[in-house]
Nanobody
Framework: QLQLVESGGGLVQPGGSLRLSCAAS????????IGWFRQAPGKEREGVSC????????NYADSAKGRFTISRDNAKNTVYLQMNSLKPEDTGVYYC??????????????WGKGILVTVSS
């Protein structure tokens, strides 16, 4: 069945870095736009970054610009989110989502279960 699996989360100090991975199970990511989202307790899920199916376009939340980089390796069926200069406000559960439309302008159709990222000293 179609599923996305996140990895790479954990506890990191402010100013540190983490690389999140989103791997597909049961399907290829070639035709899917992949987005990263996060959710803090009591808050709505918010978009962090997204990359089109071809990788030709990317976008970032204002809070992530200049610090986060999204990339994809279709040969490995994986999308990455490199997070640098992490701040405590980056703390949350991070989810990857896939859009079979192949573009980031539309909603996600598939979701991972999420992984916790905690930024604290």
């Amino acid at each position: 069945q179609l599923q996305l699996v996140e990895s790479g989360g954990g506890l990191v100090q402010p100013g540190g870095s983490l690389r999140l991975s989103c791997a597909a199970s049961g399907f290829t990511l070639d035709y899917y736009a992949i987005g990263w989202f996060r959710q803090a307790p009591g808050k709505e899920r918010e978009g962090v970054s997204c990359i089109s199916s071809t990788g030709d376009s990317t976008n970032y939340a204002d809070s992530a610009k200049g610090r986060f980089t999204i990339s994809r390796d279709n040969a490995k069926n994986t999308v990455y989110l490199q997070m640098n200069s992490l701040k405590p406000e980056d703390t949350g559960v991070y989810y990857c989502g896939g859009a079979y439309a192949g573009v980031c302008s539309y909603g996600m159709n598939y979701w991972g279960k999420g992984i916790l990222v905690t930024v604290s000293s």
